[in-house]
């Protein structure tokens, strides 16, 4: 019904930058929040950010001052802007939504989830 779509990962240096997009497409009748999140091997997956339908931005501590999160409601696309990054932030990122569909009768809201980015920080 809904796809998130990622790109932007990849390898970099630390104190170096990347940017990761995801774009929703399908069914939606609207999104409401979007977000960020990432796991490493053996871990539970994270908080890394959240955006609202009206731009306001949560932030886990770790990466604040650092990453900024933005969205084009226009073009259903959230975006992870990564700056200084340490190799702490090595890890698979996720983007997700919570996303108004079309249900068998009335509309539903749903989470959904993209395939995963990987954001690897060498030293």
């Known amino acids: 019904q809904v796809q998130l779509v990622e790109s932007g990962g990849g390898l970099v240096q630390a104190g170096g930058s990347l940017r990761l997009s995801c774009s929703a497409s399908?069914?939606?009748?609207?999104?409401?929040?979007m977000g960020w999140f990432r796991q490493t091997p053996g871990n539970k997956r994270e908080l890394v950010a959240t955006?609202?339908?009206?731009?306001?931005?949560n932030y886990a501590d770790s990466v604040k001052g650092r990453f900024t999160i933005s969205r084009d409601n226009a073009k259903n696309t959230v975006y992870l802007q990564m700056d200084s990054l340490k190799p702490g932030d090595t890890a698979v990122y996720y983007c997700?939504?919570?996303?108004?569909?079309?249900?068998?009768?009335?509309?539903?809201?749903?989470?959904?989830w993209g395939q995963g980015a990987q954001v690897t920080v060498s030293s």
């Open positions: 955006i609202t339908s009206g731009g306001s931005g």
């Open positions: 997700s939504a919570n996303v108004r569909i079309m249900g068998m009768v009335h509309p539903v809201t749903a989470d959904f």
């Open positions: 399908g069914s939606i009748l609207s999104i409401n929040a």
